[in-house]
């Protein structure tokens, strides 16, 4: 037996609770041995937790969409930020993830719009510009009234070289070019800053040097 | 905006991702930045992950059963393990929790029979024998055919406290009383243990002296 094996010990493939533990076990954070301690903590509290875990993970999936503006998961199109004129439309933010742009969202020291890559450039897996909505957000520059991108990318080598790229890019746009200051761990990544960490590095953001 | 937040920082009850998130962190081992990480690789991957653990969920909950004969958790009643004829009648293992009897039958190192606790005995939490399912294991060691019960409770306080009061309450019904092996680290809890080590210490089980 190894730790691998996520279920007990019966070779039944119609067993409920050995299907719940290996798909738990595919959770980033849950292995198999914390899979099986889910799956206990839920059998435990069926009414309390179980019923309403399924009930809302069938809800987010049916009803989350992704924006077709800054390419955000919201339940509605556009999102609410997007959708939200209380917001600046001058600054746009732009992220990998929708959990970066959940962790700035969380330090409530940003009001403007965002754009979601969903990803870094990496020519290894043939991830281009068209596939993290470049010709997206030119788009959106093109339209007017974007008055500064800040580049809030994580500072890893892939998003570091992916922030180089759209320095290029938008180099000729006119608009103003902002990076997060220093404060972001080398080699870290933003979902994982302290918010007050995450707070100053935004407002301490500069200027880059367009080529 | 403290680290408890779950979910995103927009005020809105209806928000279903934030709802997700909150029922996430409310799983063993995860807390609210693992749970929204969760989130995020379960959006990303609906049809792949996110639809089928739903479904999961609700089928597991919606079948499984506790078992009336050992206190299981089972999809059939009795269970698959007390109603498999291939089983030994004699042996009767005493287990604190479901996990441990998951982990005890992964080691494949037993062939009778179990007697699932569900807890220990505990004072200040109003857990008596009943709520243990003492009088249960007591009918069926009236029902004769039982050679042995084996204390596989955790080397902990409660559940050394509660397999001593298990050791008196069967004193007189004749039936060899043993405990696992010493093998099991002081303080250690069984779920915790590798194979190799709690298939050490099912083997190298001894007699209980009974006062
Ligand atoms: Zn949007
Ligand atoms: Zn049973």
Redesign the interface.
């Known amino acids: 037996?190894t730790?691998t094996?996520a279920?007990?010990?019966?070779n039944?493939r119609?067993?409920?609770?050995r299907?719940?533990i290996a798909?738990?076990a595919?959770?980033?954070?849950?292995g198999p041995?914390?899979a099986?301690?889910?799956?206990?903590?839920?059998?435990k509290r069926?009414d309390a937790?179980?019923?309403?875990?399924?009930?809302?993970?069938?809800?987010?999936?049916r009803?989350?969409k992704t924006c077709t503006v800054c390419g955000t998961?919201?339940?509605s199109d556009p999102c609410?930020i997007c959708s939200d004129e209380t917001r600046a439309h001058g600054p746009i933010c732009i992220v990998e993830?929708?959990?970066d742009?959940?962790a700035i969202?969380?330090?409530?020291s940003f009001h403007g719009r965002y754009h979601v890559l969903g990803g870094t450039l990496s020519a290894l897996e043939g991830v281009g510009p068209e596939a993290l909505g470049v010709p997206r957000l030119l788009a959106r520059l093109k339209e007017g009234g974007v008055s500064e991108v800040i580049l809030a990318l994580n500072a890893t080598l892939d998003g570091q070289t992916t922030a180089y790229y759209l320095t290029e890019v938008l180099a000729d746009s006119g608009v103003k070019l902002t990076r997060l200051a220093h404060g972001v761990p080398v080699g870290g990544e933003l979902?994982?800053l302290?918010?007050g960490t995450l707070m100053a590095a935004f407002s301490a953001r500069r200027s880059v040097e367009t080529p």
């Open positions: 037996m730790d094996d279920g007990c010990h019966r039944d119609d067993d409920a609770a299907w719940l798909l738990l595919r959770l980033p954070g849950l041995r914390s099986r301690r889910a799956a206990l903590h839920l059998l069926r937790l179980m019923i309403p875990l399924a009930d809302a993970i069938s809800e987010t999936a009803t989350i998961l919201d339940s609410r993830q929708v959990g742009l959940w969202e969380r330090t409530g979902d994982y302290d918010d």
